[in-house]
């Protein structure tokens, strides 16, 4: 399914705020042990920017954006918006997880009006931001379906106008593709740089491809396990829509193999032998 994005579906959205992480560190306790799931994290992401949070499975990745999106505190370091510490309620960011979280008894409409539930707006302006949103995904004509009838990509698709109804500049997205088979996988890399294009909200993209992480972002931030942190940086400079020949070319087939290296040295043991444990 292919859909054609317009600046129009696409919600003006406030201007994005300059975010960044000094030294964050995380470490989760359990009643057994402790894990230090993010060490001395330091990022800092420019109003507008696509970028990618590239790591194996355990490497604080998902931690990391749950701090950017305010659901958790650090527990040293500092999370700044435009250098003012980041509040619990900012809502210039709006976030997805990677399970479609969809509720089986809502319809599509309604999957996505719930992101606009308990914030004082009237029925008709919760309606037309869901309706803006799932016309930019292409689901306009599936407003009154029931999850149970979509596919994978399409639950994706409702996810992503969820994110988008909510008009926050800043969108985190937490491995929203990983369970999609590889030709939905692509369009819907496809779609988000597009939605991107059209309107340049700030992207954090979690996920674990490489491929994916060079296809749909700006820049690359690699991260490794035991202790989670980041190792590694790699900038695109090539805009957008990013061409199915640019997607085989020499440069980024280059890149494909430095991160590969990258990552498969980091798993036989670069990370100095430390434990994640503390
Ligand atoms: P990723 O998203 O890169 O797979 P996570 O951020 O989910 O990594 O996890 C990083 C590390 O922190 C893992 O070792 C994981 O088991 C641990 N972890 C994550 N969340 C919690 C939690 N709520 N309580 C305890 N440990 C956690
Ligand atoms: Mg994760």
């Known amino acids: ?3 054609e994005v317009s600046g129009r579906m696409v919600a003006k959205v406030g201007r994005a705020p300059v975010i960044e992480l000094r030294d964050v560190s995380k470490v989760h306790k359990t009643a057994r042990q402790m894990i230090r799931a993010v060490c001395g994290a330091n990022i800092r992401i420019e109003a507008g920017e696509f970028v990618s949070l590239l790591g194996p499975s355990g490497c604080g990745k998902s931690t990391l954006l749950g701090l950017v999106a305010g659901l958790d ?3 040293s370091g500092t999370i700044t918006f435009d250098g003012l510490q980041r509040s619990t309620s900012d809502r210039r960011v709006a976030v997805n997880f990677q399970e479609p979280a969809l509720f089986p008894w809502r319809d599509t409409k309604r999957n996505v009006t ?4 308990n914030r004082g707006l009237g029925r008709a302006q919760v309606d037309a931001q869901a309706e803006r949103a799932l016309e930019a995904v292409g689901l306009s004509q599936f407003q009154n379906i029931y999850p149970s009838h979509l596919s994978g990509g399409m639950k994706q698709r409702v996810m992503l106008a969820r994110l988008l109804a909510m008009n926050a500049p800043v969108m985190l997205m937490d491995e929203p593709f990983a369970a ?3 030709i939905t996988r692509e369009q819907m890399q496809d779609l988000v740089t597009r939605l991107y294009s059209a309107r340049r909200f ?3 993209f979690v996920t674990h491809s490489i491929e994916e992480a060079l296809f749909a972002s700006q820049r690359v931030i690699v991260m490794c396990a035991r202790p989670g942190r980041i190792v590694h940086e790699v900038k695109l400079d090539e805009g957008y829509p990013r061409t199915f020949d640019w997607r085989l070319s020499d440069k980024v087939a280059a890149l494909r193999r430095e991160l590969h290296q990258l990552m498969r040295d980091l798993d036989a043991g670069g990370s100095g032998g430390e434990d994640a444990r503390v």
């Open 202 to 204: 700030s992207i954090i």
């Open 180 to 182: 999609l088979d590889a």
């Open 1 to 3: 399914m292919n859909v």
């Open 114 to 117: 719930i992101a606009l539930e």
């Open 73 to 75: 505190q650090p527990t």
